[in-house]
T-cell receptor
Framework: GAGVSQSPRYKVAKRGQDVALRCDPISGHVSLFWYQQALGQGPEFLTY????????KSGLPSDRFFAERPEGSVSTLKIQRTQQEDSAVYLC????????????FGPGTRLTVT | AQSVTQLGSHVSVSEGALVLLRCNYS??????LFWYVQYPNQGLQLLLKYTTGATLVKGINGFEAEFKKSETSFHLTKPSAHMSDAAEYFCAVSSNDYKLSFGAGTTVTVRA
């Protein structure tokens, strides 16, 4: 069956531009997660949705980062006024239930800010 | 708060040899522990997980890991490496129901 998909796979933005990264979770999955993976590092948690409710956004690095999941399926991670330190791979994951014991990851979006 | 330390950022093994990847964690509450594998340009794939019960956990592709509370460890092993095991491996811990904290990863190279 279809897994988690993310688009675009690669994004180059000039410093100061806004970007929007999309995540299509596995159909029917209640929970959705965003992680940021810097080069040579493990993923770091950004935010967590249960259906359309954003239950934890403690990992968002600044108020330039915003995530939404308005209908409880597709999610968008928006970064305003991008900075070079935002360059990373952004991973989306989903899990079937309210708990994230088995998170299924998408391939990620590699963001490069020049 | 929890954290994960993976000893060795790179491991090289011969085909057919034992694969051993080390993971130590810190957690203020009983943890849930995970190993993920990441192939180039792909997302992370769950290899195995420990939540409760038996401390020796078997996963996909012949991997297994043992939870040792006294050592705060969750090392990953595979008796015989295959070329297809070349990838990056991440250990992760969760002390709640959802937020994963990952180690920095270990890249495995398999020599023919």
């Amino acid at each position: 069956g279809a897994g988690v998909s993310q688009s675009p796979r690669y994004k180059v933005a000039k410093r100061g531009q806004d970007v929007a990264l999309r995540c299509d979770p596995i159909s029917g999955h209640v929970s959705l997660f965003w992680y940021q993976q810097a080069l040579g590092q493990g993923p770091e948690f950004l935010t967590y949705f249960q259906n359309e409710a954003q239950l934890d956004k403690s990992g968002l690095p600044s108020d330039r980062f915003f995530a939404e999941r308005p209908e409880g399926s597709v999610s968008t991670l928006k970064i305003q006024r991008t900075q070079q330190e935002d360059s990373a791979v952004y991973l989306c994951a989903s899990s079937l239930g309210a708990r994230g014991y088995e998170q299924y990851f998408g391939p990620g979006t590699r963001l490069t800010v020049t | 708060a929890q954290s994960v330390t993976q000893l060795g950022s790179h491991v090289s093994v011969s085909e057919g040899a034992l694969v051993l990847l080390r993971c130590n964690y810190s957690s203020s509450v009983p943890p849930y522990l995970f190993w993920y594998v990441q192939y180039p340009n792909q997302g992370l794939q769950l290899l195995l997980k420990y939540t409760t019960g038996a401390t020796l956990v078997k996963g996909i592709n012949g991997f297994e890991a043992e939870f040792k509370k006294s050592e705060t460890s969750f090392h990953l092993t595979k008796p015989s490496a295959h070329m297809s095991d070349a990838a990056e491996y991440f250990c992760a811990v969760s002390s709640n129901d959802y937020k994963l904290s990952f180690g920095a990863g270990t890249t495995v190279t398999v020599r023919a």
